[in-house]
């Protein structure tokens, strides 16, 4: 309905529009804070250019980019990625308006090193790839005219952690790069990185709870001025709550310290992962006469407490709380660590969509982004500095250490997620492997122990509020020396079932752990196992890198974590499949341990975690989409079963193909297996659960009673019995050596696990299986190519007469290669020796002495192609050793005439 405006409403109405447009336009917008981004128009050259300094620098030649960058996109088919110095230039012409300003240049994050020019001179250097900084540029910069800024980045410095690690140190600009512009009176913007405002909540309870604000306030200018601090805060509504004044008067150049506390605040609204509460904290710096604003901030406060317990694990809030996390590594194959912001707030949605309450951000400081997201969607954190493996004596590594932890708190501390601060990882590790004797380890230890209390002491300067933690790998040397009563809290990295021992290893080691130090809150803070979408396994074993082997294995520990009381909880390790240049194994420069690909499609692991987290909502996964090209070895006509795993949180699944129900299945640890009949070529399985609606009240609009999945398969059966009908179009491949099926994705063709032969069907003689994780260059089927059978005797088919193609794939792997750091309790089986063979084939010489070491060189693909003229009813290969071994990696079969 709409009502006319008499004439003096209408007057009213004038005046107060007037008002509200003179309020926007004549409050001096320009006299607050302004921020914004210098992303763009960015020259950039690898290498070292010391010239590029210089304002009058041409640097016109150099590429154009822009932020954020890395320029070690190389790392993903490098081993030894770029390691070394980046130069990135860019004007900066100053608005009007910024005339009497202070302004501050802030660098996100640039890797590892940064020394800063502005036209020509050198304005100060930032140690640190992980952590932020902010310089006052005001005084090297002239109005009215470019400006060049010129910035030299190195990532090959050995005085900054990290130095050791199993991920790429990416170098580069690869956060955002701002400019912010303040009046001369303004908060202390060049705090270690962090704006200078410093919130937490000393008191908190369900009654009650105060915020108490730290914070520094300057004067920039020759006169005193009176100014107000105004504290407001509001509640999660938005609606104001409290507001705080306080008169100011402050001298030329004076910095002048506050710290205030809110009255009370009666039954705070909570915060929680599952009700992420934030209230927000406004802090305004005025002028006492105009009321003008100069400065101001806005951050958001939660309000919660914590403990950890050595015997019954984590409390929040009060209540026994078990951490559901995952340990979260930065890049994106393939653009590396120059992630957008949305990329990494989707990074959060996808775990937080997972279940997950609790990030482990590993093993570094992360985009500030990532924090924020933290606090909102509801994950408690842990943040960490890049320490690993060793520390190291070159002089000042412990300064640049010391630095970047206080760096992280400062910049980090506001965030009501963040639970802990960690600063070691496996520090143990490579040290124990450098130094071999007692005598060289011991100073070793010192140096890690000493520089531990630094740290140690540093951390309760910075922050009493939260705990400290430290994360280890298996083993007990880190009590025996004493490394694991400096934290508050334990991490323990545990891998038994993938790097050595077996599952069963994992429970037993936390129990021991708890027997001999039962006061240690303990989190598992790594446990994973690699998998590759392109191996499959009936019966995976660990370092297949099946994808049913990492399903195993998480079923083993998750179950493990959540049904102790005494572990707080655990990260999987890694939310990602991350850039390792130095990895090898089934994807060479990446460590496939993730619960998501690289470009984040979820493996369907993360629908195990998703079953076993969310109450709120009913999961149904059919947990093969990770393996829809599916073969399997057909006896006459009869269907193949083959196991079709369910990850759900219902108890019972019911499973159909092609329309017929296989029964109901009881769910247990959130999963269940189906043998399907196999037959048709491309079979449609669906899958479909009963809930009750209350399991499931915290989703109120979910309406429905059953909930389904369906997923299309393609499936190649391949007989038993070989004839010339059902050979004819088939190509048989072998993945000789190994009980995984392989499917290539340049080819999309499916590898067979091998079989021994037996009459009528294929199969090898003889011989066992051996397989490496080194890198197999000259493919990318490098899984193909990394099992083998060695001593092997023969290979059979029976097929009838014909003419074939019969292709052999080989690589010798028998070199002794170093063993990376990271693969724990291996020792390389390899050792040297040149190997070369005869073959035969049905009695004819095919090669008289074969040596693929020598043909393509010791880990290098080799595959050849015969044609053959069968007259048998067989093809019986013989392999004899002429030298060292006889070997087969692969092979394949294809009837050429009909
Ligand atoms: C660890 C390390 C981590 C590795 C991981 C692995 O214990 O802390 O940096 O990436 O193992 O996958 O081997
Ligand atoms: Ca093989």
Known sequence: MKKDINASQQKVFQWVVATALSLFILSPLHAQRETRTINDSWKFLKGECTAASDSAFNDKEWSDIHLPHTWNTDSYTEKDYYRGTGWYRRQITLPQNWKEKQIFLRLDAASKAATIYINGKNIGEHTGGYTACTFNITSFLTPNKPNTLAIRVDNARMDIPPISGDFT????????????????????????????????????????????????????????????????????????????????????????????????????????????????????????????????????????????????????????????????????????????????????????????????????????????????????????IPIIDIVPETSGYGDNCERNLREMIRQHYNHPSIITWGYMNEILLVTQRTYKTEAELKPAIERTLALAGRLEKVLKEEDTTRVSTMAFHGSNSYNQTGISKVTDIVGWNLYQGWYGGDLTGFEKFLEEQHRDYPTHPMIVSEYGAGSDKRLHSLTPRAFDFSIEYQQKYLEHYLPVIEETPYICGGTHWNFIDFGSALRDESMPRINNKGLVYADRTPKDVYYYYQAAWRKDIPVLHIASRDWTYRTGIQKGNAPVLLPVKIYSNLPEVELFIDGKSLGKKRVENYTVTFEVPFSSKEPFLFAQGDYQMKAFCAQENFQGTSVQDGLGVHFTPIPAQLDARNLKDMELAINVGSKCFFTSDESGLTWLPDQPYTAGSWGYIGGKEQDTKAEIHNTADGPLFQTLRNDLEGYRFDVPKGVYEIELLFTDIFRQNATAAYLLDRNGQQENRENAFSISINGKVLEESISPCKESGYFHALRKKYYITNEQEYIDLRFQATSGTCFLNGIKLRKYTN
């Not at 600009?173 to 303040?182: E, M, N």
């Not at 938005?238 to 710290?259: R, V």
């Not at 015997?311 to 559901?324: E, I, Q, T």
């Open 169 to 384: 140190f990416f170098g580069g600009i690869y956060r955002d790069v701002w400019l912010t512009a303040v009046p001369a009176q303004h908060f202390n913007l060049t705090n270690h990185g962090s704006d200078g405002i410093f919130i937490s909540t000393p008191q908190v309870s369900e009654e009650q709870a105060t915020i108490s604000i730290r914070g520094e306030i300057k004067n920039d200018a020759p006169v005193k001025t009176a100014l107000e601090l105004i504290h407001s805060i509001y509640k999660p509504d938005g609606t104001l709550l409290q507001t705080l004044k306080k008169p100011l008067q402050l001298k030329p150049g004076e910095t002048y310290a506050f710290h205030n506390e809110t009255s009370p605040i009666l039954h705070p609204q909570l915060w929680t992962p599952e009700t992420p509460n934030l209230y927000r904290v406004e802090t305004t710096l005025r002028d006492k006469k105009t009321k003008a604003v100069l400065d101001q901030s806005n951050h958001h406060t939660g309000f919660r407490w914590f403990r950890f317990d050595g015997k019954s694990g984590f409390f929040l809030n009060g209540k026994p709380y078990k951490l559901h996390g995952i340990c979260r590594h930065q890049d994106q194959k393939p653009i590396g660590v120059a992630l957008t912001d949305e990329m990494h707030r989707r990074d959060m949605k996808l775990m937080k969509e997972m279940g997950a309450n609790f990030i482990r951000i590993s093993h570094y400081p992360q985009d500030d982004a990532i924090l924020e997201m933290c606090d909102k969607l509801g994950m408690l954190a842990w943040e960490e």
